[in-house]
T-cell receptor, first 112, second 110 residues
């Protein structure tokens, strides 16, 4: 079974802090994704990566950056956390461009 | 207008009822995804289909490409089916990027 893990289930940070969210998949998937999910807005793509060191902006990349140094690991970085980044963050991975995406359990981030 | 629209947004039913959730989309697609999200956040992919119908246990997904419409059916619904059901379609230009519907919150009462 594909396993996608995220570093934390719950996280509380203060405004201005640098925040790292990590995602690891164990199935040698090429593609990895970071989404945020907010009530009434659904899932929105922040960034995705289709290979090591490759990244593309999604729909809402402002205030975020990503890093993919190894194939299995995709990190989301909030350079200076703000209260409007309080959200549920979900990581996903897939093998090919048209394949099923497998999701991690999510990280619920609260920025105070 | 959202590119992917689901109806209803909320659905409450009694155990045993036949459930239908609808998804209409305006973008061209190669495949449509149905996802399930239980309380606590984890998302599971239920189906990916590009034509016709797929069945897995009590879940059936159908798609009509010409009408740009898909339905998810649950037969003999059970309280453990209570979850948010989300449909998603890839944009043609970047098939890896999915556009998601708002989700349908299903509650099955015993």
């Amino acid at each position: 079974d594909v396993k996608v893990t995220q570093s934390s289930r719950y996280l509380v940070k203060r405004t201005g802090e640098k925040v790292f969210l990590e995602c690891v998949q164990d199935m040698d998937h090429e593609n990895m994704f970071w989404y945020r999910q907010d009530p009434g807005l659904g899932l929105r793509l922040i960034y995705f990566s289709y290979d090591v060191k490759m990244k593309e902006k999604g729909d809402i990349p402002e205030g975020y950056s990503v890093s993919r140094e190894k194939k299995e690991r995709f990190s989301l970085i909030l350079e200076s956390a703000s209260t409007n980044q309080t959200s549920m963050y979900l990581c996903a991975s897939s093998f090919g461009s048209k394949e099923t995406q497998y999701f991690g359990p999510g990280t619920r981030l609260l920025v105070l | 207008k959202n590119e992917v629209e689901q109806s209803p947004q909320n659905l409450t039913a009694q155990e045993g009822e036949f459930i239908t959730i609808n998804c209409s989309y305006s973008v061209g697609i190669s495949a449509l995804h149905w996802l399930q999200q239980h309380p606590g956040g984890g998302i599971v992919s239920l189906f990916m289909l590009s034509s016709g119908k797929k069945k897995h246990g009590r879940l059936i997904a159908t798609i009509n490409i010409q009408e740009k419409h898909s339905s998810l059916h649950i037969t003999a619904s059970h309280p453990r089916d209570s979850a948010v059901y989300i449909c998603a379609v890839p944009l043609l230009q970047g098939a890896q990027k999915l556009v998601f519907g708002q989700g349908t919150r299903l509650t099955i009462n015993p």
